[in-house]
């Protein structure tokens, strides 16, 4: 009965290693190659801790974030110019700025050049699949760490919430932020990543 149990024992064992290492696997090969970088940690701002780490975030017994708290700044860190349905439009991000345990980047879309016969032009989709910025992430590679838009107490995110209303008359701007936990002290830049035709905006300086 002991070798029994033993053998049966082993097996088990044995089926853990095997599932344990392909989950790895699946992880390693998520970005399509051999030398993939492994996924990045998740961090969402929990407004109620000063020690922001991934599973021990609370949205719904949090107070509040309040975002007018998070200064924001205008000056721009990046660029990038894409274009969207025949028009043109420059994103302008700031600096990802440290307040606390929370940071904020904000995006100033300008409308360079309108699409033909649209005087005003509702251009979110080429930022955001749902109007808001609460898919908006920072991510640090160097850490990998990937950190999601703050929400509070209601489990709203402190973002931008209706981008279709920002609609551009040609040469016009319009400014869209995100908050999030704050990235360490040691961490000197970070990807803005938006779930748009925008995609990824590298090497946003943090302060």
Avoid: H
Wanted: glycine letters at 10%.
């Amino acid at each position: 009965m002991r070798a029994r149990d033993r053998a049966t024992s082993i097996r088990r064992r044995g089926a853990a290693g095997v599932v344990a290492l392909t989950v790895a696997l699946l992880g390693a090969c998520s970005g399509g190659g051999s030398d993939a970088e492994p996924a990045p940690t998740t961090t969402q701002a929990d407004p109620g801790s000063s020690d922001v780490a991934p599973g021990d975030v609370d949205e719904t017994s949090s107070p509040p974030v309040e975002s007018d708290n998070v200064a924001g700044v205008v000056e721009a860190a990046a660029t990038k110019e894409i274009e969207y349905e025949g028009g043109r439009l420059r994103l302008d991000v700031s600096p990802v700025v440290r307040s606390g345990d929370l940071s904020r980047v904000t995006v100033t879309v300008t409308a360079l050049r309108n699409p033909e016969g649209k005087e005003t032009w509702y251009y979110y989709a080429a930022l955001s699949g749902t109007a808001t910025a609460e898919e908006f992430e920072l991510l640090d590679m160097e850490g990998q760490q990937r950190y999601l838009t703050a929400r509070d107490s209601e489990g709203e995110c402190v973002c931008t919430t209706d981008i279709n209303g920002y609609g551009l008359l040609e040469g016009a701007s319009a400014e869209i932020y995100a908050v999030f936990a704050a990235p360490p002290a040691s961490v000197e830049t970070v990807d803005l990543v938006l779930p748009g035709l925008a995609g990824t905006i590298a090497d946003v300086p943090v302060e």
